[in-house]
C-alpha cells in the first residue's frame, strides 16, 4: 500500500519511463510534468498532465480486510493527459515533429501497460504495488473542455490515459480492528428483555 506520496511517485514513475525511452528523440529534461497553463517560456518536447483523480468504482465495494488499519484502503484512478510541444518554427514541421513526439510516448506507454517493481518510483519502489497504464480516449468534447479551461494556450493534439488502481492506505489509528472470531456467553445474567 502506498504512502502519502504516491500520487507524486506515479507522475515521477511515468515521467522516468519516457525520459529513459525517449532520450534519443529530445532531451530528457524536456519532458515534464506540468500543466498545459504553465508551458509558456518554458523549454519542454512533452508534458504530463494530472488532471482528474477518481475513487476507483470497481474496488470501492471489496469487501473489508481486516489488517493494518482496519479500513479499507482508498482505490484511486490517476487521469492524465499527454502533449506534444516543439520549438521548430517552420510551420510545416512543426506538427510533423509534435506528431513524432506524440507517437513515440504513446508506444513506450503502450509496451509499459503495467508498472511494477523496478518500473517504481520513490515510495512505491520495492513495493508490490501494480499499476495498469490504459489509454483513455477523450471525446473531442472533454479535450476541448480541458483546452479552453487553460489561459492563453491553443487547442493541440493530446492523449489521455488513465493509470489506475492506486491504493492509499489508511492512517494508523491506534487500536488494531479485528474480526470476532469468539463469542462468550455467561450463564445467570439476563438481558433487559428477558426481565
Do not use: C
Not at 525520459?19 to 506540468?34: A, C, E
Not at 479499507?72 to 487521469?79: C, E, G, K, T, V
Request: a negative charge; hydrophobic letters at 40%.
Amino acid at each position: 500500500m502506498a504512502a502519502d506520496s504516491a500520487i507524486a511517485d506515479v507522475g515521477e514513475s511515468l515521467l522516468k519511463l519516457l525520459q529513459d525511452g525517449m532520450s534519443d528523440l529530445v532531451q530528457p529534461s524536456t519532458i515534464v510534468l506540468l500543466s498545459p497553463a504553465d508551458v509558456e517560456g518554458q523549454n519542454v518536447s512533452l508534458t504530463l498532465f494530472l488532471y482528474y483523480i477518481a475513487e476507483n468504482p470497481h474496488l470501492k465495494n471489496e469487501p473489508p480486510s481486516y489488517s493494518g488499519s482496519g479500513r479499507q484502503p482508498l482505490a484511486i484512478d490517476l487521469y492524465y493527459m499527454l502533449t506534444a510541444y516543439t520549438s521548430v518554427q517552420d510551420i510545416r514541421l512543426k506538427a510533423a515533429e509534435e506528431q513524432r513526439v506524440l507517437g513515440r510516448a504513446m508506444r513506450l506507454l503502450h509496451e509499459n501497460t503495467v508498472l511494477r517493481g523496478s518500473k517504481l518510483q520513490g515510495s512505491l519502489s520495492g513495493t508490490d504495488e501494480v499499476l495498469r497504464v490504459t489509454m483513455n480516449p477523450l471525446a473531442l468534447t472533454e479535450l476541448t473542455s480541458i483546452w479552453h479551461a487553460i489561459p492563453k494556450q491553443f487547442y493541440r493534439p493530446s492523449v489521455g490515459y488513465v493509470v489506475s488502481p492506486l491504493l492509499l492506505e489508511a492512517a494508523q489509528s491506534g487500536a488494531e480492528a479485528a474480526r470476532v472470531r469468539e463469542r462468550t456467553f455467561t450463564a445467570g445474567i439476563r438481558s433487559e428483555d428477558e426481565r
